[in-house]
């Protein structure tokens, strides 16, 4: 079996693994990237973030063409040609995998397409269909395999109209009807797609409210419009049964079910978006020291390394939240530890965007987190309806939340629901960051007519004194 040896090896080239592999070639070192595609990417380029957006892109058009009938214009029913639209998304995919792989060899980067199986702490074995198996000795280790959707325990059937996120990805077909199992990011995202290509769409979810880890008040803003865009949306109901039935899965439902709705009802199609799990379970890692905790999660340290000393793990491996942009933070941070910096990874504010219509967005302490740790807070909301942008827009559906220190006024957390929220979250990571308080953000001069002057009045009503809403504070 061919040998060769490397500084470090990354497993995974999701985007923990493939920013972890960049930085530790930028930084001097010797680096193999391990992944079964052919590019790096991982879940996130090739089946999640990047190509739902894509999609969201397109459901986004023709949710405006639509609007655009309340302004006098009118396109007329869209024509939709689904082999297109699958194309316009493979064809992002492509680009973006492709240019990721170029950059990565650029840098010199060893790429090596397969699965890595550990044959001891200091080397892995790696094997891909049709070749022959090849060993690589390491000095370290940096675990990146991410996660899987998760599946309702006695639920699962076999049949391509039950998708995951991953087939509905695929865009099949634009069924009739379809039922959403899972109200949180994926059922709301990609229901939100198939909504607007025209499906009619339920979401089933087992607790009292979408988005369960969000906050309430913007949570609202959002329920609104899903309810218009929704055929149903069942709260605190479960589905306890699937079948095969026709051309179509029969669905059995338990729970507050509106009156008069039967408890089993046929869908075209079926989509299960009810978490995700990591995996963990990388052959072979009962032969090192590395330990998974009982959720499954790999433990590291702050500095990411785990049990076993030249062996590190970062992304959805480690533990929530599953996002791309908290996988890339932690790359570097396991990098810079591997060449002996004294590093941790402690952010205050990891931003989280749901990017449906309109977007959620959010980061650091959120008025239910501080509730829930009995932390007296400020909270101040500017309601998007008194916003010359959002007016511009004909989008008032929106709102933008402070939570502050009382007494230093200091910004500890920013929630915003409305249009381009995801673009506007930004800001506020940067002023929970810096400990920027609530007069910083007041007086940094915000152009006019945008959004983001949102931020800064929702700063001037925790004085009492935005110029747009007339709330004076109370003595
Ligand atoms: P992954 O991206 O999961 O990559 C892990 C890689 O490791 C995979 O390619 C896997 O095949 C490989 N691997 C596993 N085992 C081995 C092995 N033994 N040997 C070699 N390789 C192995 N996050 C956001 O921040 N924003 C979004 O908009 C967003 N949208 C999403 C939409 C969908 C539909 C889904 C499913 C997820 C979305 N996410 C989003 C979550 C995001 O995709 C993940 O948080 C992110 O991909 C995690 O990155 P990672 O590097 O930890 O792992
Ligand atoms: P999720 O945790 O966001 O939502 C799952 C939902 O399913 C929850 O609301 C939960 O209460 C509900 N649920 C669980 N079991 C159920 C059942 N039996 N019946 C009805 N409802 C049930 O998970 P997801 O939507 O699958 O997404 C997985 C993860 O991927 C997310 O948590 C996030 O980390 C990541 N992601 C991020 C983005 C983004 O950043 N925009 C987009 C997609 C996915």
């Given at each position: 079996?061919?040998?060769?040896?490397t500084?470090v090896?990354?497993?995974?080239?999701?985007?923990?693994?493939?920013?972890?592999?960049?930085?530790?070639a930028?930084?001097g070192?010797?680096?193999?990237?391990?992944d079964p595609e052919?590019?790096?990417?991982g879940?996130?380029l090739y089946?999640?973030?990047?190509?739902?957006?894509?999609?969201?892109?397109?459901?986004?058009?023709?949710?405006?063409?639509r609007?655009?009938?309340?302004?006098?214009?009118s396109?007329?029913e869209?024509?939709?040609?689904l082999d297109?639209?699958?194309?316009?998304k493979?064809?992002?995919v492509a680009?973006?995998t492709?240019?990721v792989?170029?950059?990565?060899r650029?840098r010199?980067i060893t790429?090596?397409?397969g699965?890595?199986?550990?044959?001891?702490?200091?080397?892995?074995?790696?094997?891909?269909?049709?070749?022959e198996?090849v060993?690589?000795?390491?000095?370290?280790?940096?675990?990146?395999t991410?996660s899987?959707?998760a599946?309702?325990p006695g639920?699962?059937i076999?049949?391509p109209r039950?998708?995951?996120?991953?087939?509905?990805?695929?865009?099949?077909?634009v069924?009739?009807?379809?039922?959403?199992?899972?109200g949180?990011?994926?059922?709301l995202?990609?229901g939100?797609?198939?909504?607007?290509?025209g499906?009619?769409?339920?979401?089933v979810e087992?607790?009292?409210?979408?988005?369960p880890?969000?906050?309430?008040?913007?949570?609202?803003?959002?329920?609104r419009?899903i309810e218009t865009?929704?055929?149903?949306?069942?709260?605190n109901?479960?589905v306890?049964?699937?079948?095969e039935?026709?051309?179509?899965?029969a669905?059995?439902?338990?729970?507050?079910?509106p009156?008069?709705?039967?408890k089993?009802?046929?869908?075209?199609?079926?989509?299960?978006?009810?978490?995700r799990r990591p995996?963990?379970a990388?052959?072979?890692?009962e032969?090192t020291?590395?330990?998974?905790?009982?959720?499954?999660?790999i433990?590291v340290?702050?500095?990411?390394r785990?049990?076993?000393?030249?062996?590190y793990?970062i992304g959805?491996?480690?533990?929530e939240p599953?996002?791309?942009?908290k996988?890339?933070?932690e790359a570097?941070?396991?990098v810079d530890a591997?060449?002996?910096?004294?590093v941790a990874?402690e952010?205050?504010?990891?931003?989280a965007v749901?990017?449906t219509?309109p977007?959620?967005?959010?980061?650091?302490?959120?008025?239910?987190?501080?509730?829930?740790?009995?932390?007296?807070?400020?909270v101040?909301?500017?309601?998007?309806?008194?916003?010359g942008?959002?007016?511009t827009?004909?989008?008032t559906?929106?709102?933008?939340?402070?939570?502050?220190?009382?007494?230093?006024?200091r910004?500890l957390?920013?929630?915003?629901?409305g249009l381009g929220?995801g673009?506007?979250?930004?800001?506020?990571?940067?002023a929970?960051?810096?400990?920027?308080?609530?007069?910083?953000?007041?007086l940094?001069?915000?152009p006019h007519?945008t959004?983001s002057e949102t931020?800064?009045?929702?700063?001037?009503?925790?004085?009492?004194?935005?110029?747009?809403?007339?709330?004076?504070?109370?003595?």
């Amino acid at each position: 079996m061919p040998e060769s040896t490397t500084q470090v090896v990354v497993i995974g080239a999701g985007p923990g693994g493939y920013a972890a592999a960049f930085y530790a070639a930028d930084r001097g070192m010797q680096v193999a990237l391990v992944d079964p595609e052919p590019n790096p990417g991982g879940v996130c380029l090739y089946r999640g973030c990047i190509p739902s957006k894509a999609l969201l892109h397109v459901a986004e058009v023709l949710g405006e063409a639509r609007h655009a009938e309340a302004w006098g214009i009118s396109f007329g029913e869209p024509q939709i040609d689904l082999d297109k639209v699958r194309a316009f998304k493979d064809k992002v995919v492509a680009q973006l995998t492709g240019g990721v792989g170029q950059v990565g060899r650029m840098r010199k980067i060893t790429y090596i397409q397969g699965r890595a199986e550990f044959r001891d702490a200091r080397s892995v074995q790696i094997g891909h269909e049709g070749k022959e198996a090849v060993t690589l000795a390491f000095e370290h280790a940096i675990l990146a395999t991410g996660s899987r959707p998760a599946t309702v325990p006695g639920l699962s059937i076999e049949s391509p109209r039950v998708m995951d996120s991953t087939a509905a990805l695929d865009l099949p077909d634009v069924p009739r009807s379809l039922l959403v199992v899972g109200g949180g990011y994926i059922g709301l995202e990609l229901g939100t797609v198939y909504a607007a290509l025209g499906s009619k769409v339920t979401v089933v979810e087992m607790t009292d409210g979408l988005l369960p880890g969000a906050d309430r008040d913007l949570v609202n803003v959002l329920a609104r419009r899903i309810e218009t865009i929704a055929e149903a949306v069942l709260l605190n109901t479960k589905v306890v049964g699937m079948k095969e039935a026709g051309s179509g899965i029969a669905v059995t439902f338990e729970g507050a079910l509106p009156e008069g709705m039967p408890k089993e009802r046929t869908f075209d199609r079926v989509l299960v978006a009810v978490g995700r799990r990591p995996n963990s379970a990388v052959p072979g890692l009962e032969r090192t020291s590395v330990r998974v905790d009982r959720r499954g999660f790999i433990e590291v340290d702050a500095a990411r390394r785990t049990a076993e000393a030249n062996i590190y793990a970062i992304g959805d491996v480690v533990g929530e939240p599953m996002l791309a942009h908290k996988a890339s933070h932690e790359a570097r941070v396991a990098v810079d530890a591997i060449l002996g910096e004294r590093v941790a990874f402690e952010p205050l504010a990891i931003p989280a965007v749901v990017f449906t219509d309109p977007e959620l967005a959010w980061c650091g302490l959120t008025e239910t987190d501080a509730a829930r740790q009995k932390r007296e807070v400020a909270v101040t909301r500017f309601p998007w309806g008194a916003s010359g942008r959002a007016i511009t827009l004909d989008r008032t559906d929106g709102m933008t939340k402070l939570v502050l220190d009382p007494q230093s006024e200091r910004v500890l957390g920013v929630g915003i629901v409305g249009l381009g929220a995801g673009e506007l979250i930004s800001e506020g990571v940067l002023a929970v960051e810096m400990g920027a308080n609530a007069s910083d953000v007041k007086l940094s001069i915000h152009p006019h007519p945008t959004l983001s002057e949102t931020l800064m009045e929702a700063a001037e009503m925790f004085f009492g004194q935005a110029t747009h809403v007339y709330k004076p504070k109370r003595k």
